[in-house]
């Protein structure tokens, strides 16, 4: 494993030895305020007193409901510095959601923010049992409900310097860190925990894989309450020494504007992206030049899609790479040199000191080379557990220490992963698997179609056949024959659903995954279930 023998694995002693290492460059710029490597460890410091003099313990819980902004940053590291578990909360979640997870979670304290996509979070949360709840901080601006960051940081003066030095020693590599709840797209969301270790480690293999480099202005637009606006953005930029740029939201203009103001280099993201880079026909009004390295997700991505990176947005190295929160993030990630071809079709091979397979769920068997099979984790990188869920854990690792991701992929010769599905969406038809994802991807390509999911529904003999909920873009119009024909065009027979329903929206969880057991219910009603 490429590991620096000197970088510590803990946040306290990494973000000091980040403020030795590059002092006064510049760590965080938001607007007009630039926050150096030096001032960060002290703000850091600040943050972590004034969360011990609110009397927050080593193991204590601390949410974050907000945006990107520095400030989230700055409470991040103050919490982990002073032992507690961060726990992130997404920002498209409704009052009743977060509460769940703040009440699950245990959390003490709320660090939050004005206005969120579904309203003011105070408001959210008002009239919710939230018994553990002891504080709530506004990171920014103000609201008679909640404290001011600047008034809850004058508390840091109340901690004598050596009780704050003794906390921060006392932070070891192998406590938990941080608490980040799965997106839920099946049952409750569950608490992920990693260590201090498990997130420095992986991401420091992870910026080494994809050459991020001190020189690098990093454009962090995915959220900080994600793995990859969190550990794959800020906390791998603080090891390498890169400058973060933080997104509160994503605008496209005023994202190309600041490509080419604060000459951005490093810009991860969903494949759409840079498509909608791509596609934006005031692109040429800015000067995108100084992109050099692009990361996207496990989505399938055109060919073209690596190419036009390259050539059109001027993008150095381009790499795909798959992880899940259990796995802290990364699994396997392509390589530099991949040609566009492996970049578009995989999702790249195991990280260094990471054993992955494809194996036969029922006996952990691997499957041959080329064949589907569950994708099986077994390394550093596998968390501890999920909070309070025993049966949950024991269910998701096995004795031997291998994750089970609950995902469908399909291993080449070269160790190389192509992600097909979710094993749990997977149906039979006449004793013949089927994963939704290939059908679904299939039928994007028909003209018109705007989104599709696909779920198994009940039927007699064939045990069970494709249902395909379809959402057609403005103006546009389709019947169910002329889906099933261009299904038919393009799939083998028994992958062709039998059913499709068109309807005006998909039901979404808060990450934007489709509820596939809302589809179910709708199939129900319809007849089909």
Known sequence: MSQNPSLPLSLPALVAWAADEYNDKTAIKEGDRRVSYDELAQLGCRAAAAFVAAGVEKGDRVAIWAPNMTEWIEAAIGLESAGAVLVPLNNRLQGNEAADILRRSGARILLTYTQLEKGEPLTLLEGEDLPALQHKILLRGSDHRAQSWEAFLEQADEVEIEALEARLASVEPDDVADMLFTSG???????????????????????????????????????????????????????????ILPVMAFDKEAAMAQIEQDKVTMLPGAPSLYEMLLADP?????????????????ASVPVKLVKDMRDVLGFETVVTAYGLTESTGVVTICRPDDDAETIATTSGRAIAGVEVKCANPDTGEEVARGSEGEIWVRGYNVMKGYFD?????????????????????????????????????????????????????????????????????????????????????????????????????????????????????????????????????????????
């Open 389 to 529: 869920m025993p049966e949950a854990t024991a269910e998701s690792i096995t004795s031997e220490g291998w994750l089970r991701t609950g995902d469908i992929g399909v291993m080449d010769e070269r160790g190389y992963l192509r992600i097909t599905d979710r094993l749990k969406d997977m149906y039979i038809m006449n004793g013949e698997n089927v994963y939704p994802a290939e059908v679904e991807k299939t039928l994007y390509g028909m003209d018109g179609i705007a989104q599709v999911a696909v779920i198994g529904v009940p039927k007699q003999p064939q045990g069970e056949v494709g249902m395909a909920f379809v959402v057609l873009k403005p103006g546009f119009e389709q019947n169910t024959q002329a889906v099933l024909d261009y299904a038919g065009e393009h799939l083998a027979r028994y992958k062709v659903p039998m059913h499709v329903a068109f309807v005006d929206s998909l039901p979404l969880n808060a990450s934007g995954k489709v509820v596939k057991p809302e589809l179910k219910k709708q199939a129900k009603e319809l007849g089909r279930g």
């Open 185 to 243: 797209t099946t049952g409750k969301p569950k608490g992920v925990l990693c260590t201090h270790r498990q997130n420095i480690q992986v991401f420091k293999t992870w910026g080494d894989t994809v050459g991020l480099r001190s020189s690098d202005n990093y454009l962090i637009i995915n959220p900080f309450f994600h793995t990859f606006g969190y550990k794959a953005g800020w906390l791998a930029a603080i090891i390498f020494g890169s400058t």
């Open 282 to 298: 005031g692109r040429d009004k800015y000067d995108l030049s100084s992109l050099r390295l692009g990361v996207t997700g496990a």
